[in-house]
């Protein structure tokens, strides 16, 4: 018959035995599941000896002879009398406990918001939300091996604890926290002159994926003009670094008092045609590499356009969306001072509409001083032209049937699919429709709608409605049955003519071109700036696909830009149906300017490379043209 402390008192050396035999494997090669990490609870300094545990790739340390020892003699005394094991408690031991795991599928979200670092020479692992290491942030939640309750229910208080809901909001922005570097896709150039003005950008900004992608596009594009003029390498060096970035911090308290600080990049990339015009974006996954191709882009799309204008970009790395106000107003503090009509001319971008523009422009006004409507987008009745909002998502749809005019096509009966579900997406849907196309896509973050029967005006104002709510998409078929959402899922697979991607940069990889060609897509026009990856871009070339590009048909908004200066200057009232017409007739005029740079250099008006070739190629001779009148500045 067992004492009542007898099953406890097992228990106990069982754990002892187990810890002595873990530690003797302890090793830090993990990152996956099943691997094992080295937790250190316990109390009193830093184990020296855990400098010395190799972080990757080494092998397990074998156990010494001293630890065998060590081992040895804490078995023994786990078998001690009680009366000798009361006499030894008595005695300070000074050995730190190390407790060394298996991940399991249950906590692997746990501990995503720990990373392996080195300071001072010692290993630590530091927590991803504060950067700081401690006994407090190494701490194995779990606790010693206990029973399964025991483990779920500390689980349970350790993600109640307002140090892992911070890791849950960062998490949110990056669903895998060990980022790994992305694989750049390097083109392959014909001319040696051309690959070196590439090389050279990747040994500049080796890291940043997105802006080599542009930078590769454009020399691909202007590889007959670079080979028939060589004056124009050094313009394209001067091209590619921008003429100033910004990176700042962006400060701003909640209503519990408590700070929050976000990263601020904006880049000015070349003002050689005045200054510059460009969004604001606020968006989690933004960084310097993406603010600077769409700052590249941006500057090839308004020298593209009828009204010579520089080019910028302005990201922020936004995660919480409350307290917009606020953190619009801290974000102005910062860059105010390099705003102007004379120097830079926001205007709205992703994650950047009405409200947030009227929020940045009202504290510039106060800060600066004086009324000056240099922000494009806000609200009609203190600024801005009537059909500001409209102007991306129409321009899209002008260019596109300026295109299938010269194919002797025209909208009327076309399937088309859309990505997206912002304000580019549902004004492409509203033009569509007038044009007699049959719109069956939308999409978000989560998935894609699709309506086989096509949207119609009131179901695009329900869709506005659903994304004013901020619902998902879902919630459109609990009212018209016979659409169906998918999870997880793009809409390119669904059986259409024309596609336009107009959610983000990147969203077409080479499986989803492949689908698309399956589906019967015979012409893409690009909504977002660089939706498609380059393995997808030589797909949808070799499968004859025609892309109408985003530097020329998205310049729409840029376009309309404009008009809201020279209608704030001259004091000329436009009606929505003036500024459509103005709209179409400055589209028409970059179409034919985009066809004529293509011919020049030897790019048939039926190949599908021609639009983009001659868009890219025409937007940088107007640049560099100017850069050289201008002198090496």
């Known amino acids: 018959m067992l004492l009542p402390g007898g099953g406890i008192r097992m228990n106990s050396m069982m754990d002892d035995m187990n810890l002595i035999q873990q530690g003797q494997r302890h090793h830090l090669v993990v990152r996956e599941l099943g691997e094992e990490i080295d937790l250190e609870i316990g109390t009193g300094d830093d184990d020296p ?59 692997a979200d746990t501990y995503k918001w720990a990373y392996v670092d080195v300071k001072e020479g010692t290993a630590r692992i530091f927590c991803s939300v504060c950067r700081e290491y401690g006994r407090k942030h190494r701490r194995n939640p779990y606790g010693n091996e206990g029973s399964r309750n025991m483990q779920m229910s500390a689980l349970e208080e350790h993600n109640n604890s307002l140090l892992h809901k911070e890791a849950l909001r960062l998490q949110m922005a990056s669903k895998d926290k060990v980022v790994a570097d992305k694989p750049i896709y390097v083109k392959a150039l014909m001319s040696k002159t051309a690959g070196s003005i590439v090389e050279a950008a990747l040994k500049r900004d080796p890291h940043e994926v997105e802006f080599i992608q542009s930078v590769q596009e454009v020399v691909h594009a202007l590889e007959r003009v670079i080979a028939k003029n060589s004056h124009y390498v050094s313009i394209m060096e001067r091209l590619l670094e921008p003429e100033r970035m910004l990176v700042f911090r962006v400060p701003w308290m909640d209503d519990r008092g408590e700070t929050h600080v976000n990263r601020g990049f904006r880049v000015q990339f070349n003002q050689a045609l005045g200054p510059c015009r460009g969004g604001f974006r606020f968006h ?89 409507g ?26 596109a049937q300026l295109l299938l005019a010269d194919l002797n096509k025209d909208f009327k009966g076309l399937r088309c699919v859309v990505s997206g579900s912002g304000k580019i997406a549902l004004h492409v849907l509203e033009k569509l429709i007038a044009y007699g196309a049959i719109p069956i896509t939308v999409s978000d973050s989560k998935g894609y709608l699709v309506d086989d029967e096509g949207f119609d005006y009131m179901k695009i104002s329900f869709l506005r409605e659903i994304k004013a709510q901020q619902r998902s998409l879902r919630d459109y078929s609990k009212t018209y049955a016979r659409s169906k959402y998918y999870d997880e899922a793009k809409p390119w697979t669904e059986r259409c003519d024309v596609a336009f991607p107009c959610a983000t940069q990147n969203e077409i990889d080479q499986t989803d071109a492949i689908n698309l060609v399956n589906s019967g897509c015979r012409m893409l026009v690009e909504g977002s700036n660089m939706p498609c990856t380059p393995d997808a871009v030589d797909f949808l070339r070799k499968a004859n696909v025609l892309i109408a590009p985003a530097v020329a048909a998205g310049s729409g908004g840029v376009v309309a830009g404009e008009f809201e200066l ?11 149906e003036d500024f459509e017409s103005k709209l179409q007739e400055s589209m028409k005029q970059t179409y034919q300017r985009t066809l004529k740079a293509a011919a020049d250099f030897g790019y048939q008006k039926e190949s599908p490379e021609s ?16 850069m050289t009148d201008q002198g090496c500045v």
């Not at 630890?67 to 078998?79: C, G, Q, T, W, Y």
């Not at 001690?80 to 009361?86: F, M």
């Not at 941006?298 to 990201?315: D, E």
Request: charged letters at 20%; proline letters at 5%; hydrophobic letters at 35%.
């Open 49 to 107: 000896s855990f400098a010395n545990t190799p972080l990757i790739g080494g092998p397990p340390r074998e156990p010494s002879v001293e630890d065998h020892d060590e081992s040895k003699n804490m078995v023994m005394a786990s078998h001690l009398p009680s009366d000798d094991q009361d006499m030894s408690k008595g005695q300070p031991v000074k050995r730190k406990k190390k407790v060394v795991k298996r991940w399991r599928e249950e906590w």
């Open 284 to 372: 989690p996954s933004m960084n310097l590499s993406i603010a600077k191709f769409l700052g590249f882009e941006q500057t090839l799309k308004n020298a593209l356009s009828p009204y010579k204008i520089g080019g910028a970009a302005g990201v922020v790395i936004l995660i919480q969306r409350e307290k917009v106000m606020r953190f619009c107003q801290s974000f102005m503090n910062e860059i105010y001072r390099y705003l102007g009509v004379d120097k830079d001319l926001p205007s709205e971008e992703m994650g950047v509409g009405t409200r947030e523009m009227g929020y940045l422009f009202g504290q510039y006004r106060r800060l600066a001083g004086h009324f000056q």
């Open 374 to 399: 240099s922000f494009t987008g806000p609200r009609i009745f203190w600024s801005g032209s009537s059909l500001r909002t409209e102007a991306t998502g129409y321009g899209l749809v002008f260019f």
């Open 566 to 576: 020279n209608h704030e200057c001259n004091s000329v009232n436009w009606s929505p």
């Open 611 to 626: 639009l983009v070739h001659g868009a890219i190629i025409s937007a940088f001779l107007t640049i560099a043209q100017a």
